[in-house]
C-alpha cells in the first residue's frame, strides 16, 4: 500500500478562521478529513503532521523517506525562507509537491517566490483544498 505524508507549515492550524477571504473556511482537520477519505477510496494511506516549528518539520520530512513513499507539502510562510526545509527536500529521495491554499501568484510579490519548489516534483497553488488533492492525485498516478 501506498504511503503518504501531508505535511502542513505554520499557522494552517488556524485555517478556518484565519482570513477565510484568501484561505477559506474549512479547518485543518476538515482538509485532513477530506484527503483521508479520497486517499482510501485509491487504497492508498494518509498521515498528516501539522507544525509552526521549522525544525519538527525537517524531523518530520527526514522520518518520512524512512515510511513514506511521497509528501504533499504546505510550508506556508517558510516556502520563501527556508535553506533548511528546501535542503531537506532535496535530500530525503522521495516525491514531494509543493502545495498552497492561494494563489501565491496573485498576493504579494515576496510570495512569488520559493526556495523550495526547485527540488519538489510539482507545486500546485490556489486550488483551496482542491491543492492537496490534486497533489494526492498526482503522486497516485504517478505511482
Known sequence: MTTLLVLHGPNLNLLGTREPEIYG??????????????????????????????GALVDALQEAAKKADGVIFNPAGYTHTSVALRDAVAAIGI?????????????????????????????????????????????IERG
Open 25 to 54: 473556511d474549512l479547518t485543518l482537520a476538515e482538509i485532513d478529513q477530506k484527503l483521508a477519505e479520497a486517499a482510501s477510496a485509491k487504497d492508498v494511506e494518509i498521515y498528516s503532521i501539522q507544525s509552526n516549528s521549522e
Open 95 to 139: 516525491p514531494v509537491i509543493e502545495v498552497h491554499l492561494s494563489n501565491v501568484y496573485a498576493r504579494e510579490e515576496f510570495r512569488k517566490q520559493s526556495l523550495i519548489a526547485p527540488v519538489c516534483l510539482g507545486k500546485i497553488t490556489g486550488f483551496g483544498w482542491m491543492s492537496y488533492r490534486l497533489a494526492l492525485e498526482a503522486l
